[in-house]
């Protein structure tokens, strides 16, 4: 299978075309994409193809700012269910590690890094040798991750420094304008920086029940991109089953379709049991749901499928070494 592209994703592309007034359709029949296929959250696009579109575009265009623009249109939605945990986030931290993790489902021409200072959080976009590496696509990055942090944390938001790998333009007010003072071109790596003062605050829009919803369709939409990754299957399947409190490798095998032995058999073969991933997965919900200090210890416990809370508080102890009470108090 191709290296591809979200669909949907594609509509930021199309509106910045569209800006300077360029028609992008005889662009994409000339690459034969169909925009039609925009309306499907599933669809994917070849990414060579989406990466040309690109690059004829902004030759067109002819305007080293080109990418910036991705800061006024980027929507959640373009991101399906990815879009809308962002929004959910506990805080920009938690945000960001969801960006990451699911990155692929946006793009597979592209990953992120998370790396951290005692100041600062670090987003390493990193391209993959198919990639042309544009530097007004690199931009429209930046610009989206910038209008993304905004959403959650208000207009007043700004990078603590962003760094570009490519050469400054003979004008580069526009970046200066849209990130602030500390943009810094020519550098060794393409890298978003955020003080951890702000990556991690409590965020007012956190909701995460929404985000749990929003995690599973996500890990859904990674599943099926992903066919023959059969942790991803089984991750994706626990967590359709999670609140009912009765996950079991019998249950997640007949809701994949296969025998005990068979699952048992196809996770031994990626070095991994069903039992260790439910105790990742739980683990890394359990973190997420105690960053929220609105939603009860007990509540936490039923949302992971533990039928008791004192079944949950001993799980978390022996992951993580303190309670989930303390936990929360470190966290804060």
């Known amino acids: 299978m191709s290296i591809s592209y979200s ?39 070849d990414y060579r193809k989406i990466d040309r579109l690109w690059f004829d575009a902004q030759l067109l265009a002819q305007d080293p700012a080109f990418g910036l623009r991705a800061a006024k249109y980027w929507h959640p939605s373009h991101m399906g269910a990815l879009g809308y945990a962002w929004l959910a986030s506990s805080s920009l931290r938690t945000a960001l590690e969801r960006l990451q ?4 489902i946006l793009t597979e021409g592209a990953t ?9 959080l670090s987003v390493h976009l990193k391209y993959k040798a198919i990639s042309r590496q544009q530097p007004t696509r690199t931009d429209s990055f930046m610009a989206m991750l910038l209008a993304m942090c905004r959403a959650n944390c208000g207009e007043n938001f ?7 790998a490519h050469e400054a333009p003979a004008d580069a007010a526009a970046f200066y304008a849209l990130f602030g003072e500390q943009v810094y071109f020519g ?34 939409t990674l599943a099926r991109l992903e066919r023959d990754n059969i942790v991803a299957q089984v991750k994706t399947e626990i967590l359709n089953q999670l609140a009912s409190g009765s ?35 739980r683990e890394e919900l359990a973190k997420k749901y105690l960053k929220d200090s609105n939603t009860r210890l007990v509540e936490i416990a039923f949302m992971l499928g533990y039928a008791e809370y004192s079944s949950f508080s001993r799980a978390f102890k022996r992951w993580t070494g303190v309670s989930p009470k303390a936990y929360r108090g470190d966290v804060r």
């Open 187 to 220: 550098a060794a790596e393409n890298r978003f920086h955020v003080a951890r003062s702000i990556s991690d605050k409590r965020l007012a829009s956190a909701n995460p029940r929404l985000a749990q919803l929003s995690d599973q369709i996500t890990i859904e």
């Open 247 to 281: 996950v079991t490798d019998v249950s997640v095998a007949q809701g994949l379709n296969l025998s005990p032995r068979s699952l048992q058999r196809k996770l031994q073969g990626d070095n991994t049991t069903f039992k260790t991933l439910l105790n990742v997965l």
């Open 7 to 45: 669909a949907p994703a594609l509509n930021i592309t199309l509106n910045i075309i569209e800006s300077y007034g360029i028609d992008p359709a005889p662009l994409m029949k000339q690459l034969s994409i169909d925009a039609s296929r925009m309306l499907d959250p599933n669809a994917r696009f």
């Open 158 to 164: 700004y990078p603590s420094a962003v760094y570009l």
């Open 112 to 120: 992120l890094a998370l790396e951290e200072t005692s100041s600062e």
């Open 101 to 104: 993790r699911y990155m692929s």
